[in-house]
């Protein structure tokens, strides 16, 4: 089955209603099925973060409640992903974050789920891009 990494964008676009929806909306329902989909841990932080810049604390803490009861798997970090991460980052001009994010979908061979177009510069990166309307 194929896996899915899913970049905060992609988060943020089932949450506030944006261009991709439908796409999210057909990938979560892949989840339910049997396909592999995974938010990164670094992915829930930066969500954090944008949510307490916006929202109260107890409101966040819900968000990401019902975030994570999506049909994902939330990894947090081990060895191999970090050497991976570090490699993409020493190779690229990603931020810290964008290699965490990149290199998780690199080490489970899974398309990421993006609108950030500063992940092209990732070699061997397969990815899904959410429409995305400037």
């Known amino acids: ?3 899915f990494v899913l970049d905060t964008s992609a988060i943020l676009t089932v949450l506030n209603e944006e261009d991709g929806l439908d796409t999210m909306l057909a990938l979560l329902e892949r989840g339910k099925n049997g396909d592999t989909l995974y938010i990164p841990f670094m992915a829930v932080m930066e969500l954090e973060y944008l949510l307490l810049r ?3 604390p107890e409101e966040t ?3 990401l409640t019902l975030v994570r009861a999506w049909p994902v798997q939330v990894p947090e970090s081990t060895e191999e992903w970090r050497h991976l991460a570090a490699l993409l980052k020493s190779q690229t001009p990603l931020s810290v974050a964008d290699a965490w994010i990149a290199s998780l979908a690199l080490l489970h061979n899974a398309d ?3 609108k950030d177009p500063e992940y092209e510069q990732a070699p061997g990166l397969s990815m899904l891009k959410l429409a995305y309307k400037e």
Do not use: E, R, T
């Open 54 to 56: 916006k929202v109260s």
């Open 112 to 114: 990421l789920v993006h």
């Open 1 to 3: 089955m194929p896996g």
């Open 61 to 63: 803490m819900a968000i």
